[in-house]
C-alpha cells in the first residue's frame, strides 16, 4: 500500500479510561475507510490523533507529504495548525461553520486563512459550491440553508484548499436517511474525484458500506479491518 497516513502504536488515555490501546493502522492515497465500533471504542480518538488534532501519549503518525514524510508528533502547534489549513479538511456532524458568513464567505475563509486574496478565494469557493449542488445559494448564510445543504458548504470548505486528505466525524449524524445518502454521494463522489483519501467515523452501517475499507475498534484496539465493494459515485470538480 502506498500508505498516506501511517499510525504505529498509537495510545492515548484518559482518567480511568484508555481510549487507544498500541494502534497501527495505515491509510493509502485515494482510499475511503469507515472506522466503527461501538461508543467509547476510540473511533473519534483515532481520527483526532491522525488529523493532529489530539497528541497522542505514545507512538507515532506520519503523513506521506509532497517534500517528504512529516512525523505529527514532531511538530509544533504552529507547524500542526498549518498542515491541518493546507494538507488536511475536515467535516463533523454539525457542520462547525460561522453562521454569520454566508455560504461563499465559509468556503473561502479556508482559502483566505493561507493567505489567498479575498476575490480569488471566492471565485474558487463559488466553483467549489455550484459543482455540489449549491449554485444560486452562494450568498445565504447557514440559517438559510437546509441539514444537507450546509453539509455541502462543509465538504466545499473541507477540499478548496486541495487538502490530500479528508476527515469526517459522524457526517451524516444529524440528517434523516434520504439526505444523508445524497451528502455521502457528494462527499465521497468530489473526494474520489479529486483522488482524496477520506476517513469517515460512523455509527451508520450504510455509510460504512459505501466505503471501499472497514476498520472496526473496541476498547481502543482495531479487531477487524477488510475491504468492501464500494458503490459507485459521482463526482466533483478537480482541484
Not at 448564510?141 to 437546509?146: A, C, K, M, P, Q
Not at 457528494?186 to 469517515?200: E, K, M, Q
Not at 476498520?215 to 484496539?221: H, M, N, S, T, W
Amino acid at each position: 500500500m502506498n500508505a498516506i497516513l501511517h499510525a504505529q502504536q498509537l495510545s492515548k488515555h484518559y482518567p480511568g479510561s484508555t481510549a487507544l490501546d498500541g494502534v497501527d493502522f495505515a491509510a493509502g492515497a485515494g482510499e475511503a475507510i469507515a472506522i466503527v465500533g461501538p461508543s467509547g471504542s476510540g473511533k473519534s480518538t483515532l481520527l483526532h490523533c491522525l488529523a493532529g488534532i489530539l497528541r497522542p501519549d505514545a507512538g507515532s503518525v506520519t503523513f506521506a507529504g509532497s517534500a517528504g514524510p512529516v512525523r505529527l508528533e514532531k511538530l509544533g502547534d504552529g507547524q500542526l495548525s498549518r498542515l491541518r489549513r493546507e494538507q488536511f479538511g475536515f467535516v463533523f456532524q454539525q457542520g462547525m461553520l460561522l453562521p454569520e458568513l454566508t455560504a461563499v464567505e465559509n468556503v473561502a475563509l479556508a482559502l483566505m486563512l493561507n493567505g489567498t486574496a479575498r476575490r480569488e478565494a471566492e471565485a474558487g469557493a463559488a466553483e467549489w459550491l455550484r459543482a455540489l449542488g449549491l449554485a444560486g445559494m452562494e450568498q445565504r448564510r447557514l440559517g438559510e440553508l437546509s441539514g444537507g445543504q450546509v453539509q455541502r458548504v462543509a465538504i466545499a470548505r473541507a477540499q478548496v484548499t486541495g487538502a490530500r486528505v479528508l476527515f469526517a466525524d459522524e457526517p451524516t449524524g444529524a440528517l434523516d436517511s434520504t439526505t444523508s445518502a445524497e451528502v455521502l454521494d457528494v462527499l465521497l463522489g468530489s473526494a474520489a474525484a479529486n483522488g482524496r483519501t477520506v476517513l469517515i467515523v460512523t455509527h451508520d452501517p450504510q455509510v460504512a458500506a459505501r466505503c471501499g475499507r472497514i476498520v472496526e475498534l473496541r476498547d481502543g484496539r482495531i479487531i477487524a479491518d477488510s475491504a468492501v465493494e464500494a458503490a459507485a459515485n459521482a463526482g466533483g470538480p478537480n482541484a
